[in-house]
């Protein structure tokens, strides 16, 4: 389950590395990432049973606004029953409003897949669109996200509240606010709030993550035990 796409989107609308590439005029862009990381959490729940993991990609994206890309990651097979990895397929339409300075929105879909998984229905369909905008050093975003069917549960919607900063030095603070709904569903585990606090730090192309995160109205006692208990996760990453 790939980090909100929201991030990804701004970057392909804005300075990113993605369009750094195209030094020779074409409007084609291509980038990679790679990321090591201590723990694989995604809005608040840790998908890799609290243990490490390794996690890339590879972008396209053209002038016009048009992006596509795929992401994989490990995760736990308790969780996940069957299945080892993830592979998050998604493609979108990225616009940066000229007349609104610093004002860009997206629109998305993406896909789960969990190959082997022992419940196919487990794989997911996921659509998005969200704004965001820059004021000074800072840059406030809202996401929301539909499933019609979230991971076998139910109709799902998934909302997400942020704010970057930028500071000297190539120092970044963040923080952000989402809140999982599932319509008409007994699974109420799986209504919760999630938050997250974060720093960063770049340095000669790697960027580094130190990040707090935590949930509320999770049955915590839930099996696998303790992935949704707060915790600190560190990052490293690297574009190409």
């Known amino acids: 389950m790939k980090k909100t796409i929201l991030a990804a989107a701004i970057a392909v609308v804005g300075s990113s590395p993605m369009m750094a590439l195209a030094e020779d005029g074409s409007p084609h862009h291509f980038s990679g990432n790679l990321t090591l990381t201590t723990d694989y959490v995604f809005r608040g729940i840790s998908q890799t049973d609290e243990h490490a993991a390794v996690q890339g990609g590879f972008d ?3 002038d016009i606004g048009l992006y596509a890309g795929i992401w994989a990651s490990n995760v736990d097979g308790d969780f996940f029953p069957g299945a080892t990895a993830e592979f998050d ?3 979108g339409y990225a616009h940066d ?3 609104l300075t610093g004002l860009s929105w997206d629109i998305w879909a ?17 659509f998005g669109t969200s704004l965001g905008t820059t004021i000074g050093m800072f840059t406030p975003s809202f996401a929301i996200n539909y499933s019609p069917d979230f991971f076998d549960l139910d109709k799902g919607w998934y909302y997400d509240l942020g704010v970057d900063v930028e500071l000297p030095a190539n120092f970044t603070l963040g923080a952000h606010y989402g809140w999982t709904r599932l319509d008409e569903s007994s699974s109420a585990d799986f209504e919760y709030d999630d938050w997250k606090i974060n720093a960063g730090y770049s340095f000669k192309g790697f960027d580094f993550e130190l990040a707090y995160t935590d949930t509320g109205s999770w049955n915590k006692n839930a099996e696998p035990d303790d992935i949704a208990d707060s915790r600190v996760v560190f990052s490293v990453s690297r574009e190409f």
Do not use: A, I
């Open 110 to 126: 993406l896909r789960y897949q969990y190959p082997g998984v022992d419940n196919s229905n487990t794989n997911t369909t996921e």
């Open 97 to 99: 409003f000229d007349v």
């Open 60 to 62: 396209y994206s053209h």
């Open 89 to 91: 397929f998604y493609g």
